[in-house]
């Protein structure tokens, strides 16, 4: 079980759109509908943004959205704005009863 | 709204056992079909999951800490609990507990603050 690999840092200028890859293998993205994104501001607990690749929770805003194609699933956050600056992580379902996280990604609202 | 707080000490020596306790506010630990998990972070790196328990007592490991972690849940209490053997200076840090509803494989909607714990001696 290997942790899921993000890029360590993406930015973005306000307004324009930002997409963070999250990639595993068969054994995990690949093979299950289950991947989450989390978001994490400095001092402060993870927040879920995405579940099943792309449903958000209520009151997670519409510019956050998910996808997934093979062994990788995506974060785009479009319409970037300041509170949008913070880390984010994936997870996917492992099988098995387990899961597994990403490396996470700090965005920077430039 | 449910809210997770969790308790221990903050320091543990090498070769001893870490033990952690998530106490549950705002609902009880047995409505709903929930299962309560285990995080970690360490310093600058990324989340790891440690381990989940369900109100019945029935639980799920990572597979690389299993032989050191035990799970357990006192519905008495609300709480939930960790305890992990053997520390050495790899296990140090921010332990977070979370739920996951059943059939949603892990989207952890609900997170504890986190507690730092230091191993050293």
């Known amino acids: 079980q290997s942790a899921l690999t993000q890029p360590p840092s993406a930015s973005g200028s306000p307004g324009q759109s930002v997409t963070i890859s999250c990639t595993g293998t068969?054994?995990?993205?690949?093979?299950?509908?289950?991947v989450s994104w989390y978001q994490q501001h400095p001092g402060k607990a993870p927040k879920l943004m995405i579940y099943?690749?792309?449903e958000r929770p209520s009151g997670v805003p519409d510019r956050f959205s998910g996808s997934k194609s093979g062994n990788t699933a995506s974060l785009t956050v479009s319409g970037l704005q300041a509170e949008d600056e913070a880390d984010y992580y994936c997870?996917?379902?492992?099988?098995?009863?387990?899961?597994?996280f990403g490396g996470g990604t700090k965005l920077a609202v430039l | 709204q449910v809210q997770l707080q969790e308790s221990g000490p903050g320091l543990v020596k090498p070769s001893q056992t870490l033990s952690l306790t998530c106490t549950v506010s705002g609902g009880s630990i047995t409505s709903g079909n929930y299962y309560w998990n285990w995080i970690r972070q360490p310093a600058g790196k990324g989340l790891e999951w440690i381990g989940r328990i369900y109100t019945s007592g029935s639980t799920n490991y990572n597979p690389s800490l299993k032989s050191r972690v035990t799970i357990s849940v006192d519905t008495s209490k609300n709480q939930f609990s960790l305890k992990l053997t053997s520390v050495t200076a790899a296990d140090t840090a921010v332990y977070s507990c979370?739920?996951?509803?059943?059939?949603?494989?892990?989207?952890?909607?609900?997170w504890g603050q986190g507690t730092t714990v230091t191993v050293s001696s």
């Open positions: 979370a739920r996951d509803r059943t059939g949603t494989f892990f989207s952890m909607d609900v």
């Open positions: 099943e690749v792309s």
């Open positions: 068969s054994s995990d993205v690949g093979g299950y509908k289950y």
């Open positions: 997870s996917s379902y492992a099988g098995t009863n387990s899961v597994v």
